[in-house]
């Protein structure tokens, strides 16, 4: 009984240093000023008085909390009016206030820590689906991908387990979110970085993408170093490589890996493959090029719907006008017939200026 006893008499002790601790971890650990805590929890004490105690004369109350016990007292005109029972509700209330506390400080915690790998592609796993939107599993926090952040044609379903972009912070009606997206260019960067080593160890730049998620990619490669193939490198001995790039996107999108050259005719013809044997002619004022090519190559060039030409042009960041050479001979030939009818005229007027000619 002797031991039961003590245990009993130190337990409000417990209790006040269990408050002490609380109000010292959400200063020390969550980096707030425990003064803030406080004034929340002597607000949030006299929303509770009021909701049960009927609203007399509210503006003349105020709230004491004793810093180390937790004791909370309602003061009136300097009288303690603490109805009894009271102190009950007001260590719930203290407690509730110092956990939301703690949870909307690791979560400002989490949040500053995405803040740095914004632009990295991340390991998530599908959780639910709230309304048009994916919430997905990434860690220490939750990731939102938006709809116009998915792939098109791709079919989400719980506990899915995909590779995501981290677009950004983003400031909503629920406070501040994790973005992250599936139909972000930044993907296709970070999955090739992670299957070449060369695009991981900087020997293979990635210059320019130009994506239509769910679709086609085109990428426009270069090297940094000297008997490096970038083409190669990125597509890997029997393409594995851009096949596991391809596999990460649901096996859903085509990916041209091309050569980047500052030379823009080269680069247009890289980046119009898998269209060869092509003839550019360009305008640097407009920005803009004439690709000539052979017939049984036009259909290639343009691509399904014009989706290769459109890729090609955003790679480039020039406009292409895809001519087929057949096209081109008609135009040329076309061109000279007027200079051909001139001679038949002169010839005829010669022949009429000389008789002896006509006779014979």
Excluded at 68 to 79: D, F, L, S
Aim: proline share 4%.
């Amino acid at each position: 009984m002797v031991g039961g006893s003590h245990h009993f008499y130190n337990m409000p002790a417990i209790v006040r240093t269990e408050f002490a601790l609380a109000l010292n971890q959400v200063a020390t650990e969550r980096g707030i000023d425990p003064e803030v805590v406080l004034e929340t929890i002597k607000a949030a004490i006299l929303a509770a008085f009021r909701k049960d105690y009927g609203s007399q004369d509210l503006e003349e109350l105020s709230v004491t909390i004793d810093p180390n016990t937790g004791e909370a007292k309602v003061i009136k005109e300097k009288k303690d009016i603490t109805p009894p029972g009271f102190g009950r509700i007001a260590t719930q209330t203290a407690k509730q206030v110092i956990l939301q506390r703690i949870r909307e400080a690791e979560k400002k915690a989490i949040i500053s820590d995405f803040v740095t790998k914004v632009g990295t592609i991340t390991n998530g796993m599908v959780l639910r689906f709230d309304g048009p939107n994916v919430i997905v599993d990434i860690g220490r926090a939750e990731g939102v991908m938006p709809p116009q952040e998915q792939i098109p044609n791709e079919h989400y379903r719980l506990n899915q387990r995909l590779t995501f972009y981290l677009e950004g912070i983003k400031q909503t009606m629920r406070g501040e979110e994790v973005i992250v997206s599936r139909a972000h260019k930044g993907l296709i960067l970070g999955l090739f970085a992670r299957e070449v080593p060369e695009v991981a160890n900087s020997a293979v730049v990635i210059k320019v993408i130009a994506r239509e998620p769910g679709n086609r990619t085109k990428i426009a490669v270069s090297s940094t170093q000297s008997g490096v193939d970038p083409v190669g490198s990125c597509v890997g001995q029997k393409g594995v490589r851009v096949q596991s790039v391809i596999n990460e996107l649901g096996g859903l999108e085509k990916i041209d890996i091309v050569q980047w050259s500052e030379d823009i005719k080269f680069f247009i013809q890289s980046a119009l493959a898998p269209a060869k044997d092509i003839d550019i002619i360009t305008n640097d004022k407009k920005n803009s090029a004439q690709a000539f090519v052979p017939d049984d190559q036009l259909s290639l060039a343009i691509g399904r719907e014009g989706q290769n030409v459109r890729l090609a042009a955003k790679l480039t960041g020039w406009k292409i006008d895809i001519i087929g050479k057949s096209e081109a001979v008609k135009v040329k030939t076309s061109a000279k017939i007027p200079e051909k009818v001139k001679k038949v005229k002169k010839t005829a007027k010669k022949a009429a200026k000389t008789p002896a000619a006509s006779k014979k």
